[in-house]
């Protein structure tokens, strides 16, 4: 019992029980830092050049907005947004996209010279928009190509099951459908700008652009501000106020040279099967679930591109592209979206 006495008032003695407790705060306060602190926060910036949004372009920005939606590192986002728009469908993915980002991280869209029609849709869903003073901006509006007045009689060898299966509607309804997609685009800029609009939604629809700084007045975009006052403001927003910058068009790149290496991997051996077996690999179709394995075999996690993935980002490269033809002539390619939000007067 003497040794346990003893023992008890050794361990109890201040000079024991201080540096003891010192220790343990010590651990605790490394422990909430890493844990609670796991880095220093940051700011994605994602620059879109002059780019006609269509499906393959849509494609590229979506991966850069989803890029940052899952880096949790990330805490607010900067688009460096220059655009004429592009056809319906993908332009209003990229508003969407754009406004799904914005409900979990606050996004600061740069117009920079040209922002109109799709590219001004995509900028509506920010929480808040910059414009140079010479921005070209709104465009609200929609270019659609709807035929002839008379089609061309088919041939007796066509059967077809319904009087507008080969053209899908008749002129009236196609002039229709185009004032109903001009309304929707008009909504969502009324809504998403609110009480800062100050332009009706009839003026809005006649389509015409705005410099930026009349696009301020009219409360189509907040502020005049470079790319250092958009990244002021997504830190502002975000309620950091030391922060670093995360370039994420090169990360992309940077996953889509690692997926590549993980694919050509076989061609290290430089035998003539582990050739063979890269490329089908490349060409195999892609079913849905169509994943990339990892090094070791084993199923791959979550954000693994698929292949079908992989081989659009092979295709497609950049996001730069030219403005030349920007709408098809007729007949239409099958599957080829008729309805445009595009700018089509002169690019910058």
């Known amino acids: 019992m003497g040794f346990f006495a003893a023992l008890g008032r050794v361990l109890t003695a201040w000079y024991v029980v201080v540096p003891a407790v010192a220790g343990l705060g010590i651990a605790a306060g490394v422990l909430i830092f890493v844990y609670a602190f796991p880095g220093k926060p940051k700011i994605g910036v994602i620059h879109v050049p002059y780019t006609v949004i269509n499906e393959l372009s849509?494609?590229?920005i979506t991966e850069q907005l989803h890029y940052a939606l899952r880096d949790d590192s990330i805490k607010a986002v900067?688009?460096?947004?220059?655009?004429?728009?592009?056809?319906?469908?993908?332009?209003?993915?990229?508003?969407?996209e754009t406004r799904a980002l914005r409900e979990k991280k606050p996004v600061v869209v740069?117009?920079?010279d040209l922002v109109a029609s799709g590219g001004f849709l995509m900028?509506?869903?920010?929480?808040?928009?910059?414009?140079?003073?010479s921005s070209i901006t709104g465009n609200v509006g929609v270019v659609s190509r709807i035929g002839p007045f008379i089609p061309s009689i088919p041939s007796e060898s066509v059967v077809f099951s319904g009087?507008?299966?080969?053209?899908?509607?008749?002129r009236r309804e196609w002039i229709a459908s185009t004032d109903r997609l001009k309304g929707r685009f008009v909504q969502i800029v009324v809504t998403e700008r609110g009480d800062r609009l100050n332009i009706s939604g009839d003026e809005l629809a006649k389509g015409s652009t705005y410099y930026g700084t009349e696009a301020v007045t009219l409360g189509l975009a907040d502020e005049i501000g470079t790319d250092s006052h958009a990244i002021e403001k997504a830190g502002e927003l975000a309620g950091i106020s030391r922060y670093d910058l995360v370039d994420v068009n090169l990360?992309?790149?940077?996953?889509?040279?690692?997926?590549?290496?993980?694919?050509?991997?076989p061609l290290e051996t430089g035998g003539d099967s582990d050739l063979a077996d890269a490329l089908a690999l490349l060409a195999r179709d892609s079913k849905g679930g169509d994943t990339l394995p990892d090094a070791s075999g084993a199923e791959p996690h979550a954000g693994v591109p698929t292949l079908q993935h992989l081989r659009r980002l092979m295709l497609y490269g950049t996001l730069d592209m030219g403005q030349e033809d920007p709408i098809p002539?007729?007949?239409?390619?099958?599957?080829?979206?008729?309805?445009?939000?595009?700018?089509?007067?002169?690019?910058?």
């Open 78 to 96: 900067v688009i460096k947004l220059n655009s004429p728009g592009g056809t319906a469908t993908a332009s209003e993915r990229l508003y969407l």
């Open 163 to 170: 009087p507008h299966k080969l053209d899908g509607g008749t």
């Open 329 to 348: 002539d007729f007949p239409m390619e099958i599957g080829r979206p008729n309805a445009y939000y595009l700018y089509v007067g002169h690019g910058p």
């Open 110 to 112: 740069v117009m920079n």
């Open 123 to 133: 900028a509506m869903g920010a929480s808040y928009l910059y414009a140079q003073p």
């Open 58 to 60: 849509a494609y590229g």
């Open 251 to 265: 990360e992309v790149q940077r996953e889509f040279f690692e997926s590549l290496r993980r694919v050509l991997e």
